[in-house]
């Protein structure tokens, strides 16, 4: 789970270098990462940002979340294969837990 916090001036949830470059890169971490509860909106970190910095789960979620994510893919601000990518990890951690 990532934090509300900043680093270095970025949401922890928006830091590409924590998120993904660290965390997967240098730690080998394959799970799935979300946001902490109600880390993103006004004044918080951005959503497409999120998924764009590795996070792929935004909780809790709901309508301004999706909204958010589709206006962010329509604008260029998020591509789709981010997109893709963050909900194939969401959906391995579903299977696997069927499986287990």
């Not at 928006?14 to 965390?23: A, F, K, M, P, W």
């Not at 940002?49 to 996070?55: I, R």
Request: neutral net charge; contains cysteine.
């Amino acid at each position: 789970m990532s934090a509300y916090n900043k680093i270095n001036g970025v949401y922890c949830a928006n830091n590409r270098e924590l998120c993904t470059h660290i965390l997967r890169g240098e730690w080998g971490f394959d799970g799935l990462v979300m946001t902490d509860w109600l880390s993103t909106g006004e004044d918080r970190a951005d959503e497409a940002g999120c998924l764009n910095a590795g996070v792929d789960l935004i909780m809790p979620g709901g309508k301004k979340v999706v909204k958010a994510l589709l206006n962010a893919v329509k604008d260029g601000r998020l591509r789709l294969e981010t997109l893709r990518l963050s909900c194939g990890r969401v959906l391995e951690q579903l299977l696997e837990k069927d499986r287990g």
